[in-house]
């Protein structure tokens, strides 16, 4: 079955009609193109499941992740950008501050090949060189081929637009890039991870070890992405959202547990940051409905929205979405 909902729980796409050879999956494939469609436009967030991606490596890279944050604050801090690095985010580790009311620190990784990330060799404590956890092949084999690109390609489709599009939005791929994060116990007092939000980016790819606490806004109501062995989570961010000017980048949330560290790794697909982002004419003049955002550049939009991060404003209405270009 290509989808399923179960209870509120995520829609699942069965990807395995776009891993086979032949035309004989021509129907299943069609199929599962229309359960994300549908995820899409009521959900924005869906799990994959038969992507594959081995269970093996997605395992591997949460213990290396896990492995890296146990190490002691002064070996975690040697794992920042390169200097005089171009690259279009922070590469490397931080800690929300304070003050924030996220509860959470994370290490930002772009692909090595591009020389933005510094790393120790074999930091103290730490079994293997850390450039394991953020290898190219990591980073490849996880989420480019076969997820990304597939997804990718899945949602050219469903919106209608020209083969290759969406591709062509995303030029070198160097505005792509990986966050492993680490989650602290709730407390007595609050148990906030990450407060609810939209990625402002293409498409989001997410691996979560057991602990679970991500929930996705449905209807009004907290639905909870629990964790599923082998599974997935992917959800639209804004550009698509804008793109379309319909289609959903879901709220979601972390919440903490009790008495657990949580550990995830997101992959975020981006479009290169001198794109230029604006409904398109498909979803507007085309079919006589007017733009709800204005036009903005991306980079620049990415820039705010790190900002919230590393200087989280006091006032929740002060934070920068996309309602920033709202019409």
């Known amino acids: 079955m290509a989808a399923a909902k179960n209870g ?3 829609p699942v796409v069965d990807l395995a009609p776009f891993l086979t050879t032949g035309d004989e999956g021509g129907i299943a494939r069609a199929t599962a193109t229309g359960a994300v469609r549908e995820a899409c436009r009521e959900y924005g967030f869906f799990r994959v499941v038969n992507h594959g991606v081995p269970a093996e490596l997605m395992a591997r890279v949460l213990e290396l992740s896990a ?5 002691p604050d002064e070996e975690k801090a040697k794992v920042r950008s390169v200097e005089g690095s171009e690259a279009p985010l922070a590469a490397g580790y931080a800690r929300q501050p304070a003050h924030s009311a996220d509860k959470n620190e994370y290490l930002l990784a772009f692909d090595p090949q591009l020389g933005f990330n510094r790393y120790p060799h074999k930091p103290t404590g730490f079994r293997l060189d850390l450039k394991a956890l953020v290898s190219c092949d990591t980073i490849a084999n996880i ?8 997804i990718q390609e899945i949602l050219n489709e469903c919106m209608g637009l020209p083969p290759g599009f969406l591709k062509e939005y995303n030029g070198d791929r160097s505005f792509d890039f990986m966050a492993a994060l680490r989650y602290f116990p709730a407390t007595a007092e609050e148990n906030n991870g990450i407060s609810e939000h939209q990625d402002g980016n293409c498409i989001t790819f997410v691996l979560q070890d057991g602990v679970g606490g991500l929930e996705v806004l449905k209807d009004g109501a907290w639905v909870p992405a629990d964790p599923v062995e082998g599974s997935i989570v992917v959800n639209l961010g804004d550009v698509i959202q804008v793109l379309t000017n319909k289609m959903k980048s879901a709220t979601h949330r972390v919440v903490r547990k009790p008495a657990a560290h949580r550990h995830s790794l997101a992959f975020f697909f981006n479009i290169h940051g001198d794109k230029w982002v604006e409904p398109l004419p498909e979803y507007t003049e085309k079919i006589g409905e007017a733009p709800r955002y204005g036009r903005f550049l991306y ?3 990415q820039l705010l929205r790190m ?3 590393t200087h989280p404003p006091s006032r929740p209405e002060d934070v920068v ?3 920033h270009y709202a019409i």
């Open 321 to 323: 979405d996309i309602k």
């Open 8 to 10: 509120g729980a995520l």
């Open 299 to 301: 980079k620049e939009y």
């Open 143 to 150: 989420l480019d081929p076969p997820v990304g690109v597939l």
């Open 307 to 309: 900002r919230n991060k």
């Open 67 to 71: 492995a890296f944050f146990a190490l």
